[in-house]
C-alpha cells in the first residue's frame, strides 16, 4: 500500500532562489494496482519517486509505503520497496550473477536465500544464458531482464519505476510491461511514472497527470477520458497541461513550455 | 578543409578556456604550482645548509701534535670540539666522533725527503653530522695544507711558492648498508606517500563519482543498507588499495635494490645497498595505514562532493599534489624534527617513517603522529559519510 499525503520537494538555486520541484501531492495506491503518474520531463515525476524511495527527503507532506512513514523510519521503508529508473545503470565489470549477490547482500539476505532467489528469478526471467556474463557485455534487453531481477531480488511488497522503458526498443519495452502486469497480479503495489500515453493506457488502473509539481488531474483512463468530453488519453493529457499553460499566461507568467 | 578545421580547433579552445579546470591546468599550474615546488625546494635546501652549519661536530686528531697551529685553528671553529686520538679507529662510532683527521706520523722526516705525505679527513657521507664535519673542516683542512707547505719550504731553503702539491683528502668511509640506511631514509618515505595517494586516488573516485556518472547512485541510496555502511564499504577498498600499493612499493624498492642488483653485477657496483629489515617494513607498513585511511576518506569526501569524474579526478590530483609537496617538506628536516610537524598528516608519516629506518624512533613522535593521522581520518570519514548523505551535494548540478 502506498499513501502519498501533501507531499512537497523545494530546491534551492543559488541564482533563482527556491524551486517547488513538488507540491501537495497526493495519492493512494493498493495491492494488486498500478498507479501511474503521468507527465512530462521536468514535470516532478523522478522527485516524487525519489522522495517514495527515500532517496530525497520531503521538504514537507509526507507519505507512507506499506504503513511506515518515510520521514519517520526510511530504512525499514527501503526493505520495503523495488525501485527502478530508466536511466540507472549497471556495474559493467560485474557479472550478472555478482550483481544480484551484491544487491542481496545490501537488502539484508543471507547467502543461502541470495542463491535459492536468483535460481527461481533466473527460470521466470530467462537469465540463464547471460547470468554469469560481465554486464557490460550484456545486450541493453539483456540489462533490463536483470534490472528487473535485482528489483524483486528480495521480494518487496511495493514497487517504484521511473520511466522503466526509457531508451528500450519496442520489444524491450514489450517485457518490461509483461513483466511489471505479471508483478501486479501477484499482488505487489506498483507506481509507474511514464511519459509514453499508450504505456499508461495499457498498465495503469489509476492514472495521475503532473505538471509543475502539482497532480492537475486523477482517475482511471476511462474517468480521465469521460472528464475530458471523449478522446484518447493523449488528448486528456495535452488539455490538461494545455490549460496550465493558458492560465499561467493569462496571468502573464512567462511562458516556460 | 581548413576552415573547418579551424571551426573545430576554435570550438574546442573556447569549450576548454570555459572550463575552470582547463584554465586551472593550463594556467595556474604552471605559473603557480611548478615555480611554488622549485621555489620549495630551494628553501628546503637553504635550510638544510643553514642547519648544517650550526651543529655541533666532535672531531677526532690523530698526530696533530705535528702541526702546532692546527689544533688552535680548529678550536677557534664555531660548533667543532676536538678530541685527540692514539690512532684511526676502525670506524667513526667506536670513537664517538663524526670526523677524523689524521696526519700520519714522522713528517718532520718524510717531507724534508721530499716522501709523499697523504693527511686524510674520515668522514661519512651518508651521516648527516658527520657530513656537516666534513663541510665546517675544509678551511681546517687549508690550514694543514700550509704548514705541512711552509714545512717543506723550510726543510729546503726555498720559496713556498716552489713546493709540491701536498695531498690533502677527505674520504667518505660510509659502507654501502650505511649508504643504503641513509638513502632508504630519504626516498622510501617520499615514495611511499607518492605511491599511497596514486594508489588511493582511482578507486576513491571511481567509487564515488564514478555511482554518479554510471547512474547506479539511485539504485544503491534504495537500497536498506545505512549512507554510514556504504560510506565505510568505500572506504574499507580504498584503504585496502592505498595498503596494497604500500606493500608493493616496500617489495619493489627491496626487489630493485636488493635482488635484481645482486643478479646484475654491473648495475650493484654502482647502486647502493638499499636494505630494509623485516621488523622496520612492518612497522612502516604500520605507518602507512593511518595516512591510507586520511587519504582514503578525504578522496572519497571529495568524489562524493564531485559531480563528474572529470571533476572528481581534478580534486583528485590536487590531493596528490599537496601528497608530493608535503613529501617534499619532510627532505627538509636533518636533525630531530619538531613535535608540531608530527602534527601535519601526510608529512608526519613520512617522518616518522624515516625515524624507522634510521633506528631513532622517538616514542612520542610515533605517538603523536599516529594520532594526529587517525583523528584527521576520522574527521574525514564522518564528513565523507555527512556529503553522501546529502542530497543537495548528492545530486547537484
Known sequence: ?257 | MRSRAWSVCRKELRDALRDSRTIIAVFVVPLVLYPGIMLLMGWIESQNKKDEGAMQVRVGLVGEAQLPGLVPALKSMEGVTTVSLDRVPPNLESAGVDAVLSIPSGIAQSIPRGDSVKVELLYKDADHKSSAAEKKLRPALDEVRRELTVLWARSHGAPVAQAPAVAVETRDVSSKAEEGRFMAAFIIPYILVFMVAAGTMHLAIDATTGEKERSTLETLLATPTPRRDLVLGKVLAVIATALAAGLVGIFGLWFNFTVLAGLMPALSSQSVQLTIRPDQAFFILLTILPTAIFLSAALVALGCFARSMREGQTYATYVYMAAVVLGLISFRQLGAPPMERFMIPILNTALLQREILTDTVVPMHAAVALGTSAVVAAIMFVIATRLFSNESVLFRT
Open chain 1, 1 to 257: 500500500m502506498i499513501e502519498v499525503l501533501n507531499l512537497c520537494k523545494t530546491f534551492h538555486d543559488r541564482k533563482k532562489g527556491d524551486i517547488a520541484a513538488v507540491s501537495n501531492v497526493s495519492f493512494t495506491c493498493s495491492p494488486g494496482r498500478v498507479f501511474g503518474l503521468l507527465g512530462r520531463n521536468g514535470a516532478g515525476k523522478t522527485t516524487t519517486l525519489r522522495m517514495l524511495a527515500t532517496i530525497l527527503y520531503p521538504t514537507s507532506g509526507t507519505a507512507r509505503i506499506d504503513g511506515i512513514d518515510v520521514n519517520e523510519n526510511p530504512g525499514e521503508v527501503r526493505k520495503r520497496i523495488g525501485y527502478l529508473s530508466g536511466d540507472t545503470k549497471l556495474y559493467d565489470r560485474l557479472t550478472g550473477r555478482e550483481l544480484l549477490t551484491y544487491f542481496g547482500e545490501l537488502a539484508g539476505m543471507s547467502p543461502a536465500s541470495i542463491a535459492g532467489r536468483i535460481a527461481e528469478l533466473q527460470v521466470s526471467f530467462q537469465l540463464a544464458d547471460f547470468l554469469d556474463k560481465r554486464v557490460g557485455r550484456m545486450s541493453t534487453g539483456m540489462k533490463q531482464r536483470l534490472s528487473l531481477c535485482r528489483v524483486v531480488l528480495h521480494d518487496p511488497p511495493v514497487l517504484i519505476f521511473d520511466e522503466p522503458t526509457s531508451g528500450l526498443d519496442v520489444m524491450g519495452a514489450r517485457e518490461v510491461l509483461r513483466i511489471v502486469l505479471d508483478l501486479k497480479s501477484k499482488g505487489r503495489t506498483i507506481i509507474f511514472s511514464t511519459h509514453i500515453m499508450t504505456e499508461a493506457e495499457r498498465i495503469c488502473d489509476e492514472i495521475a497527470i503532473i505538471e509543475r509539481g502539482s497532480i492537475l488531474a486523477k482517475g482511471s483512463v476511462d474517468s480521465l477520458r469521460q472528464s475530458n468530453g471523449g478522446g484518447s488519453l493523449e488528448d486528456v493529457f495535452v488539455s490538461t497541461v494545455d490549460k496550465v499553460f493558458r492560465e499561467e499566461a493569462a496571468r502573464g507568467e512567462p511562458v516556460r513550455p
